[in-house]
């Protein structure tokens, strides 16, 4: 404590409420439209080049001599920009396309499927979905859907009724020859998702039709045993021609 002070200065100011800002005082003006102004500093005044050597900025403007820098409109460069030269994506030429349309399908194989079934790690007294196929392992990282292929037919007999994206003439017959059937059925990205993760959905999304001319065609054929052929139609067997030993189905 410093001479001649109070001792119950310090107690004093400790207990003063602090004010933490300006106090608000009532205007001495009418406030309109045309009364209204900004807070000083809140605005600052553009600089101004070009306007003599005396002034600071005039001349090259602060900019120095020449070059990329002192042009005008110089912001970052556009990707690709390789400072004027001919860039690489232009240099070289350039082969073949993408096809937006393909699809990449995960693989089941019907030596694979029938020993899941064995197993008892897929039940064939229901029909087996691309869920059921991805909860028991059997089939992992599906990102369009699946396509049933016929490795294995020779010793294929379980009845199984799955459902899958695609499936071969081959495994169709060989399926169907033991009692089976199956069902191609078309799923788009969020219709897919809705199907293999259902507790993401709080509301469950309507099931799509496919758009594309040839696709809907191709579910509309009794051959592909398409979701979407009529019930009343027939199908008839599948022959398939007799399997060279240099082939696969």
């Given at each position: 404590m410093r ?9 004093l100011q ?7 800002h300006t106090p608000v005082t009532?205007?001495?003006?009418v406030?309109a439209l ?7 500093g809140?605005i600052?005044?553009v600089r101004?080049?070009?306007?003599g050597?005396?002034?600071?900025r ?13 042009r005008?409109?110089?912001g970052?460069p556009?990707?690709?920009?390789e400072?004027g030269?001919?860039p ?11 096809n937006?349309f393909q699809k990449d399908y995960q693989?089941l194989n019907?030596?694979?499927?029938q020993?899941?079934?064995?197993t008892g790690r897929?039940?064939?007294s ?6 059921d196929?991805k909860d028991?392992g ?12 016929s490795?294995?037919y020779?010793?294929?007999d379980?009845?199984v ?8 003439p081959?495994?169709?017959a060989s399926?169907?020859r033991?009692g089976?059937?199956?069902t191609?059925?078309?799923y ?7 199907l293999l ?18 696709i ?5 054929d009794?051959?592909n045993r398409?979701?979407?052929v009529?019930p ?9 021609p007799?399997k060279?030993?240099n082939?696969t189905?």
């Amino acid at each position: 404590m410093r001479r001649g002070m109070a001792p119950w200065s310090t107690t004093l100011q400790a207990t003063q409420p602090r004010l933490m800002h300006t106090p608000v005082t009532a205007p001495n003006h009418v406030v309109a439209l045309n009364s209204l102004t900004n807070i000083p500093g809140s605005i600052k005044e553009v600089r101004r080049v070009g306007r003599g050597g005396s002034s600071g900025r005039g001349g090259t403007c602060g900019r120095g001599t020449k070059g990329q820098k002192a042009r005008a409109g110089n912001g970052k460069p556009r990707r690709g920009f390789e400072g004027g030269q001919t860039p690489i994506h232009r240099a070289f030429p350039k082969r073949g396309f993408t096809n937006n349309f393909q699809k990449d399908y995960q693989v089941l194989n019907l030596d694979k499927l029938q020993h899941w079934v064995r197993t008892g790690r897929l039940d064939s007294s229901k029909t087996i979905t691309m869920k059921d196929l991805k909860d028991a392992g059997c089939v992992k990282n599906i990102k369009d859907g699946i396509k049933l292929l016929s490795q294995g037919y020779e010793h294929f007999d379980t009845k199984v009724q799955i459902e899958v994206s695609k499936a071969s003439p081959g495994a169709i017959a060989s399926i169907e020859r033991a009692g089976g059937r199956v069902t191609c059925v078309y799923y788009n990205r969020l219709g897919l998702r809705a199907l293999l993760y259902p507790h993401k959905f709080i509301e469950l999304p309507k099931f799509a039709k496919p758009t594309n001319g040839k696709i809907l065609a191709w579910y509309s054929d009794p051959q592909n045993r398409g979701y979407l052929v009529p019930p009343d139609v027939p199908l008839e067997p599948i022959v398939l021609p007799p399997k060279d030993t240099n082939s696969t189905v």
